[in-house]
């Protein structure tokens, strides 16, 4: 399993002229799966991401304090 993270303040997903999906500020994420993976490594993959802290805290002001799952952080 490959992935790639990348934080975002906004990011959506086109179909032709159609938006799909949105999210606000948040983790997008790109992840490759392959046969040889099982649901148990993708739990692992994605509570591993949720739970890196990369966003600051809004109310202090403190850098890179905060997880994907933070209140006002979409997860999707």
Request: net charge positive; hydrophobic share 40%; proline share 1%.
């Amino acid at each position: 399993m490959k992935a790639i993270i990348q934080r975002v303040t906004s990011a959506k997903v086109m179909v032709g002229d159609e938006a799909v999906s949105s999210i606000g500020r948040a983790l997008c994420m790109l992840v490759g799966i392959s046969s040889d993976n099982n649901a148990n490594d993708m739990e692992r993959i994605a509570r591993k991401f949720l739970n890196l802290r990369l966003f600051d805290e809004t109310a202090t002001g403190n850098r890179w304090t905060e997880s994907g799952e933070a209140p006002g952080n979409t997860v999707r």
